[in-house]
């Protein structure tokens, strides 16, 4: 029997709509001739920081330069200890890495796979500078929660919202809880552009203007380098892109959610057999840039065996993240083993990084 295939990604039914908008963006950004750090820039960077509940928006050239970059315009660097979640894109951990302060890694809640601030709690030294809450799937982490923590042991909160466009939780907005945010708009994001492209907001105008100062060799003024800082802008053509797409990005998140919706229905009566979604505590504010199953222990289907018979029937799937940051061979030097209870300190300063690059 032939199926039509349901790809993993597929950005044409969200792009035909709005091509000529697109097009039309793209030849405006040609004529004007500002390809890096033009107008439209500029006002995308202004736009969706306002959205995201922040002051200042400055564009990067990934969400892993927004991490890795915004972490240093914090001031997080060398002997700082900074916790984030095992269960993450390797971006996150490489960001603190490239910020020269350790990373200690915490395990997640099964139920949700958002960091487990119960673990994160016990993780805390007297080094302990900042905490990331990953806002995973489009799913946030607790502000409440969040906010507690960071008031009881003095730490910041840089928020990880590659995932979580516009997401809400408990009256905030991703990018509106901590001290900044690192945004992603690679192409299958919820916000996607036609490359690689990130953002780190703020309410923090100091935290902006040297943000703006490391994006750009450190300049802070033409030929003028105050900071050691690097070639990273979100180009100008990118950035035409993705304020087009913006407007639209409320009704397709509103989409997403409402769709995840009746998967929930039409999964529901699987959990018996071991196969249940992750939970969302977000209600609507939920943007589910991933809808994500677990195949539990109870399943008497392994994983495999589900992913290759939902191929058979043109249904593309993929794992989040077959290996998590702790266990992929590039990081073997932070010390981590398999099994291992992450909230242990490991002492990785820059020196130690180093080592790890030779």
Same mark, same amino acid.
């Given at each position: 029997?032939?199926?039509?295939? @349901?790809?993993? +990604?597929? *950005?044409?039914? /969200?792009?035909?709509?709005?091509?000529?908008? &697109?097009?039309? $963006?793209?030849?405006?950004?040609?004529?004007?001739?500002?390809?890096?750090?033009?107008?439209?820039?500029?006002?995308?960077?202004?736009?969706?920081?306002?959205?995201?509940?922040?002051?200042?928006?400055?564009?990067?050239?990934?969400?892993?330069?927004?991490?890795?970059?915004?972490?240093?315009?914090?001031?997080?660097?060398?002997?700082?200890?900074?916790?984030?979640?095992?269960?993450?894109?390797?971006?996150?951990?490489?960001?603190?890495?490239?910020?020269?302060?350790?990373?200690?890694?915490?395990?997640?809640?099964?139920?949700?796979?958002?960091?487990?601030?119960?673990?994160?709690?016990?993780?805390?030294?007297?080094?302990?500078?900042? @905490?990331?809450? +990953?806002? *995973?799937?489009? /799913?946030?982490?607790?502000?409440?929660?969040? &906010?507690?923590? $960071?008031?009881?042991?003095?730490?910041?909160?840089?928020?990880?919202?590659?995932?979580?466009?516009?997401?809400?939780?408990?009256?905030?907005?991703?990018?509106?809880?901590?001290?900044?945010?690192?945004?992603?708009?690679?192409?299958?994001?919820?916000?996607?552009?036609?490359?690689?492209?990130?953002?780190?907001?703020?309410?923090?105008?100091?935290?902006?203007?040297?943000?703006?100062?490391?994006?750009?060799?450190?300049?802070?003024?033409?030929?003028?380098?105050?900071?050691?800082?690097?070639?990273?802008?979100?180009?100008?053509?990118?950035?035409?892109?993705?304020?087009?797409?913006?407007?639209?990005?409320?009704?397709?998140?509103?989409?997403?959610?409402?769709?995840?919706?009746?998967?929930?229905?039409?999964?529901?009566?699987?959990?018996?057999?071991?196969?249940?979604?992750?939970?969302?505590?977000?209600?609507?504010?939920?943007?589910?840039?991933?809808?994500?199953?677990?195949?539990?222990?109870?399943?008497?289907?392994?994983?495999?065996?589900?992913?290759?018979?939902?191929?058979?029937?043109?249904?593309?799937?993929?794992?989040?993240?077959?290996?998590?940051?702790?266990?992929?061979?590039?990081?073997?030097?932070?010390?981590?083993?398999?099994?291992?209870?992450?909230?242990?300190?490991?002492?990785?300063?820059?020196?130690?990084?180093?080592?790890?690059?030779?």
């Amino acid at each position: 029997m032939h199926h039509s295939t @349901i790809p993993f +990604v597929d *950005l044409t039914a /969200q792009h035909q709509p709005i091509q000529a908008k &697109l097009e039309q $963006a793209v030849q405006d950004v040609i004529r004007q001739g500002d390809y890096v750090l033009g107008q439209a820039l500029s006002e995308f960077e202004t736009a969706f920081a306002l959205a995201c509940g922040a002051t200042y928006g400055v564009g990067v050239a990934s969400g892993t330069d927004a991490i890795a970059l915004g972490l240093q315009a914090c001031g997080i660097g060398e002997g700082d200890e900074v916790i984030l979640p095992a269960n993450t894109f390797v971006a996150t951990l490489i960001g603190v890495l490239r910020s020269g302060a350790t990373p200690v890694f915490v395990d997640c809640d099964p139920k949700t796979a958002l960091i487990d601030l119960m673990a994160a709690e016990k993780a805390i030294t007297t080094r302990t500078r900042a @905490i990331i809450p +990953v806002h *995973l799937y489009g /799913q946030m982490v607790s502000p409440r929660r969040l &906010l507690d923590l $960071a008031s009881t042991y003095d730490l910041l909160i840089f928020e990880d919202a590659a995932q979580a466009h516009l997401a809400e939780r408990e009256g905030y907005r991703a990018g509106s809880i901590g001290i900044a945010a690192a945004f992603s708009f690679y192409p299958s994001k919820n916000l996607g552009g036609f490359g690689d492209g990130g953002m780190l907001v703020t309410r923090e105008e100091i935290i902006a203007q040297t943000m703006r100062s490391l994006r750009n060799y450190g300049a802070t003024r033409k030929y003028f380098h105050t900071d050691f800082g690097t070639n990273s802008r979100l180009d100008t053509l990118q950035a035409a892109v993705l304020k087009t797409k913006f407007p639209f990005l409320y009704d397709w998140n509103c989409d997403r959610n409402r769709i995840a919706r009746q998967y929930d229905a039409l999964l529901k009566p699987l959990a018996e057999y071991g196969i249940v979604p992750i939970e969302n505590h977000c209600d609507a504010g939920h943007v589910y840039h991933l809808y994500v199953i677990r195949v539990t222990e109870a399943s008497p289907i392994e994983r495999t065996t589900l992913q290759t018979a939902l191929a058979e029937m043109g249904i593309q799937t993929g794992i989040h993240y077959p290996i998590p940051c702790h266990l992929q061979p590039a990081f073997h030097c932070l010390g981590y083993r398999a099994g291992e209870v992450l909230i242990g300190l490991i002492e990785l300063g820059q020196k130690f990084w180093q080592k790890c690059l030779t």
